[in-house]
């Protein structure tokens, strides 16, 4: 059987508009690798409704698990959870698990739970809340579409709240190749082991040193004995 497949929907103008640089989509396929799920699409939308309900209901028909982050604040451009329920026609509102959750926190920290604070706890209907161990406000998850915070911290504390819940496939393994010769000397020997080992992923990755170019060939697959039986080829093929 084929490892259940994922997509990641980064959500912001200050992404696109390269304020802020994104570590989460490396974070997450880091992840999903270690328990099979192939991470197959990223995409990156603005905060435009029009956009964000497409690029949701276009990843969650495709893929098995979707991942958003991005979006779910209390200001007024945190428009993800309204996005999420429209794209599934279901109704939002500040739901009381969520809010309960929101009260203890400020409560705690002798802050007001105001009117945008609020925000945080409109919830979809029929959706699951995510934990958030960071900073309290929950993630959600609606079918099979994961809902999260943009921040790196609050991230990586929400996908170790998903991550247990989901059905796996087989680790991805891989091994890396260095060599200091170019692609257009190895590009040869590269199509003919793609061809004779099709259950493999085999790429290659360009770079210099020191005025020298060289190419890293990496070999994933779910198979080690396969991946080593391509690396022992390929070695002996290209003289490594």
């Given at each position: ?200 992923s085999i790429g290659s990755y360009p770079f210099q040193r ?31």
């Amino acid at each position: 059987m084929p490892n259940p497949t994922a997509a990641m929907l980064v959500i912001g103008d200050e992404i696109l508009s390269g304020r802020t640089r994104d570590s989460n989509m490396n974070f997450l396929a880091g992840e999903l690798t270690k328990i099979g799920i192939d991470l197959k699409e990223a995409r990156v939308v603005s905060d435009d409704r029009d956009a964000i309900i497409a690029a949701v209901q276009a990843l969650s028909t495709a893929y098995d698990h979707v991942f958003t982050s991005g979006g779910i604040g209390p200001t007024h451009d945190d428009i993800t959870a309204e996005c999420i329920a429209a794209a599934f026609n279901t109704h939002i509102g500040v739901r009381d698990d969520a809010r309960a959750l929101l009260q203890a926190h400020y409560d705690a920290r002798g802050q007001e739970l105001n009117e945008a604070r609020l925000r945080m706890a409109r919830i979809p209907d029929g959706a699951k809340l995510i934990d958030n161990p960071v900073s309290t406000a929950p993630g959600f998850t609606l079918q099979n579409v994961n809902v999260m915070a943009g921040v790196p911290s609050v991230f990586q504390a929400m996908v170790a709240s998903v991550l247990p819940h989901l059905v796996g496939g087989a680790p991805l393994l891989s091994q890396t190749l260095c060599l200091m010769r170019g692609e257009g000397d190895v590009a040869t020997p590269l199509s003919s082991l793609a061809a004779d080992f099709p259950d493999l992923s085999i790429g290659s990755y360009p770079f210099q040193r020191d005025g020298v170019y060289g190419t890293n060939i990496v070999v994933r697959g779910t198979d080690g004995a396969m991946i080593d039986a391509a690396m022992t080829r390929l070695a002996a093929e290209v003289g490594a």
